[in-house]
């Protein structure tokens, strides 16, 4: 099932890389968060596909009138509606699946794998249990760190806040000169 979890986000990003290079910039931010430890926070407009081992994920449906609709799955899932358009789901082994239009999306626990492509804010908490424990690796370039590890970095172990965003153009050179 793992594999094809990681099949469907590369494919989602290849996707996604695909449409950016024929539009001729990119359009769109990309997350690849593995092994995570602690907190990680997406309130985006795009898609996320990702897996929890043990934990928490609270998902808030920020456009409930749309075609998309979470998907959660996984071994002794509960769920709760916490507002009208909040659950929060418990449970161990959770798969998730956040296609197309705007989530806030909540995950603590453990073993917390991330593929996200899409526009919005990303916090990211590691939390580890000793010092120098390790709570996991992320990128923000487009790597994908279930097989790119080397080109990943730490999560941080105090809360971090970025922007889900395309990375920065430089400018063209001009023609001519």
Same mark, same amino acid.
């Given at each position: 099932m793992s594999k094809l979890v990681v099949s469907l986000c590369s494919l989602l990003l290849l996707a996604s890389a695909g449409a950016s290079a024929w539009a001729g910039e990119p359009t769109s931010g990309t997350l690849s968060v593995e092994k995570g430890k602690g907190l990680v926070v997406i309130d985006f407009r795009g898609s996320v596909l990702g897996r929890l081992t043990s934990g928490t994920l609270r998902v808030t449906d920020q456009t409930p009138n749309d075609r998309y609709a979470p998907l959660v799955t996984g071994k002794k899932v509960t769920q709760d509606r916490i507002g009208p358009r909040t659950v929060l789901y418990r449970g161990q082994g959770l798969r998730f699946r956040l296609?197309?239009?705007?989530? =806030?999306? /909540?995950? =603590?626990?453990?073993?917390?794998? /991330?593929?996200?492509?899409? =526009?919005? /804010? /990303?916090?990211?908490?590691?939390?580890? =249990?000793?010092?120098?424990?390790d709570v996991g690796i992320y990128s923000r370039d487009g790597s994908d760190c279930s097989s790119e590890a080397e080109r990943c970095v730490p999560i941080p172990t105090e809360p971090e806040r970025f922007a889900l965003e395309p990375p920065p153009t430089?400018? %063209?050179? %001009?023609q001519g000169s």
């Amino acid at each position: 099932m793992s594999k094809l979890v990681v099949s469907l986000c590369s494919l989602l990003l290849l996707a996604s890389a695909g449409a950016s290079a024929w539009a001729g910039e990119p359009t769109s931010g990309t997350l690849s968060v593995e092994k995570g430890k602690g907190l990680v926070v997406i309130d985006f407009r795009g898609s996320v596909l990702g897996r929890l081992t043990s934990g928490t994920l609270r998902v808030t449906d920020q456009t409930p009138n749309d075609r998309y609709a979470p998907l959660v799955t996984g071994k002794k899932v509960t769920q709760d509606r916490i507002g009208p358009r909040t659950v929060l789901y418990r449970g161990q082994g959770l798969r998730f699946r956040l296609v197309g239009g705007g989530y =806030r999306m /909540v995950t =603590r626990g453990t073993g917390i794998s /991330v593929s996200a492509v899409g =526009r919005g /804010v /990303v916090v990211l908490d590691g939390e580890p =249990r000793w010092p120098g424990d390790d709570v996991g690796i992320y990128s923000r370039d487009g790597s994908d760190c279930s097989s790119e590890a080397e080109r990943c970095v730490p999560i941080p172990t105090e809360p971090e806040r970025f922007a889900l965003e395309p990375p920065p153009t430089e400018p %063209k050179p %001009k023609q001519g000169s």
